[in-house]
C-alpha cells in the first residue's frame, strides 16, 4: 500500500512558476508508475502527466506539454511536478496518484492510489 500526500501548491500570476511535490510513503514506492491529475470546479478529472518506474519515460497531456515537467526520486519516494508558463485554465487542484500498471496510464482509473490533492490557482 502506498500512501501519497501533495504539497506546493498556491497562488500564482499567469506566467510564473510552480513545484508541486509528492511525498509517498511505503517500502515499494520505486514499483510504481506514477502521475499527476488535476480537478477544476465542475469539471471532470483529467490526466496531466505520468512518469515510468524509472523515471526515465514520461507521457503528458497535450494540455502541458512543453509546460510541466515529472520528475521522481526513488530513493526519496518523492515525485515532482515542475509547472512553467502558467495559465489561468491550469487552476485546479493537482492530485498525485499511483498505478500498478506495466504502462504508462492516461486513465485515472488505472490508479490504486491518491493523494489528497493540493490547490493551484492561476491569477490572470
Known amino acids: 500500500q502506498v500512501q501519497l500526500v501533495e504539497s506546493g501548491g498556491g497562488l500564482v500570476q499567469a506566467g510564473g512558476s510552480l513545484r508541486l511535490s509528492c511525498a509517498a510513503s511505503?517500502?515499494?514506492?520505486?514499483?510504481?508508475?506514477m502521475g499527476w491529475f488535476r480537478q477544476a470546479p465542475g469539471k471532470e478529472r483529467e490526466f496531466v502527466g505520468t512518469?515510468?518506474?524509472?523515471?526515465?519515460?514520461?507521457r503528458y497531456a497535450d494540455s502541458v506539454t512543453g509546460r510541466f515537467t515529472i520528475s521522481r526520486d526513488n530513493a526519496k519516494n518523492t515525485v515532482l511536478l515542475q509547472m512553467n508558463t502558467l495559465k489561468p485554465d491550469d487552476t485546479a487542484i493537482y492530485y498525485c496518484?499511483?498505478?500498478?500498471?506495466?504502462?504508462?496510464?492516461?486513465?485515472?482509473?488505472?490508479?490504486?492510489?491518491w493523494g489528497q490533492g493540493t490547490q493551484v490557482t492561476v491569477s490572470s
Open positions: 496518484a499511483a498505478s500498478s500498471s506495466a504502462v504508462l496510464p492516461m486513465s485515472r482509473y488505472q490508479y490504486d492510489y
Open positions: 511505503g517500502r515499494t514506492f520505486s514499483s510504481y508508475v
Open positions: 512518469i515510468s518506474v524509472s523515471g526515465r519515460t514520461t
